[in-house]
């Protein structure tokens, strides 16, 4: 029987938890013997001897790190310096699975690939319908869309609602939301729900019956069409001569905002300037924004990352970890995706490798001493693996300029 460990997270102001004790039975099943480091889930309101009572062993973390499966929110690059204690301690044939920052320090696989580990990297499961139940970018862009529009709220001076009263009227706040990807649309959702204004910019322009179907209007733009997704869904890089542009277009629509929340991340780069300072400097004074994409240098020039700013009477929030501030609901759900993925590699309590499987082909990214994945090869100045493409091909290899979006381990 295999065993699958359940780290605690080191990383500073890290709350999640990649195993919840709901879950431990579905791995059970599976054949698994589900080992949890102690406090794993504290902070994220689930108490050791929850996992107990669902089945698991509750151990200390050499004993995690021994297991044959090991799981976390933040791994290798993703976990900074907190992982540099744990190398030593995981066992020669261990399978690490988590997000692990692929695209954004490719450096540290290269230093691991030769240890003899398997490392699945969740950021890089395909956009697939059969993968949907499996995406954590998807799951935690969720979170990080609702939390958003509250911080939006509870620094705005206004109520967000209509409000008809015998004081008279108060008017709605509008929030503008750029980015309709998954962050985007539940951040429209959620602002809707709260009573206000929405509308939305994408330069996907096929996302427009999206925006609408969370009762958002959709801002169109006079840009040249362009192809803005790449073959694997996610949003792609674009030329500066096109963001310059969309900036110019999109400062009038942010200056009669109330709120705006930018999502436009793009792993392993810096994420695309959108709004100027001339920008901000157009809204009216005691206006938000709050920046998703500030952990990878933001999509408001005025962004510092898990700073909060006031320039020009606007307030500038740069959060990098939405995810981790609803620790219980975002692990909840973290931890499905997991045990989804899972379904697809422990049979009977045995670890079994589908190479024709094009969710392990992508995810999958250091295995037999080396780093497996073309992209990330590309990343790292490797030649091409030189292998049959039902073995170890990523269904979507890499083009110039391309990238995914929703990239980061806190989104």
């Not at 297991?67 to 261990?94: I, K, N, P, T």
């Not at 705005?156 to 009263?165: G, H, I, W």
């Not at 609901?329 to 589908?354: C, F, K, P, T």
Request: hydrophobic share 40%; with cysteine; aromatic share 4%.
């Amino acid at each position: 029987m295999a065993t699958i460990g359940v780290l605690r997270e080191r990383y500073p102001g890290e709350r999640r938890v990649a195993i919840v004790p709901a879950t431990v039975g579905k791995l059970a099943k599976t054949g698994l013997e589900v080992r949890v480091e102690t406090g794993a889930g504290e902070a994220a309101g689930y108490p050791d001897e929850e996992y107990r009572q669902a089945g698991a062993s509750v151990v200390e973390r050499s004993q995690v790190l021994a297991c044959d499966l090991v799981v976390g929110v933040r791994v290798l690059g993703a976990g900074g310096d907190s992982w540099s204690s744990d190398l030593e301690g995981l066992a020669e044939h261990a399978v690490l699975i988590g997000m692990c920052d692929p695209l954004g320090t490719a450096e540290v696989l290269k230093e691991v690939a030769g240890r003899g580990w398997t490392v699945v990297a969740l950021e890089m499961i395909p956009r697939i319908t059969r993968a949907q139940s499996m995406d954590v970018l998807s799951s935690m862009a969720t979170v990080a869309g609702y939390r958003a529009v509250l911080l939006g709220a509870v620094e705005l001076p206004r109520m967000f609602p209509l409000l008809m009263t015998a004081a008279g009227t108060i008017t709605a706040a509008r929030v503008f939301v750029i980015g309709a990807g998954v962050a985007g649309l539940q951040a429209l959702a959620t602002a809707k729900r709260l009573g206000a204004t929405t509308q939305a910019y994408d330069v996907r322009a096929a996302c427009r019956e999206q925006v609408e179907s969370v009762g958002a209007k959709f801002i169109e733009l006079s840009l040249p069409e362009t192809s803005a997704e790449d073959q694997g869904g996610y949003a792609k890089e674009l030329a500066e001569e096109f963001y310059q542009k969309q900036r110019e277009l999109m400062a009038s629509v942010v200056a009669e905002s109330d709120v705006v929340i930018t999502t436009a991340a793009i792993p392993g780069k810096r994420s695309p300037l959108l709004v100027t300072e001339a920008a901000v400097k157009g809204m009216a004074p005691g206006s938000v924004i709050v920046d998703l994409a500030a952990e990878r240098g933001g999509n408001c020039e005025l962004t510092r990352p898990d700073e909060r700013v006031v320039a020009h009477g606007v307030t500038i929030l740069g959060p990098t970890n939405l995810p981790s501030e609803v620790p219980y609901h975002a692990s909840q759900m973290y931890s499905n995706n997991i045990a989804n993925y899972l379904r697809n590699v422990v049979r009977e309590g045995r670890i079994e490798w589908d190479w024709e499987d094009e969710i392990l082909r992508e995810t999958v990214v250091v295995r037999d001493g080396e780093v497996r994945h073309p992209r990330i090869r590309s990343l790292l100045g490797l030649e091409p693996l030189e292998q049959p493409a039902s073995a170890d091909a990523s269904a979507n290899p890499p083009e110039a300029g391309e990238t995914e979006s929703d990239s980061n381990p806190s989104t």
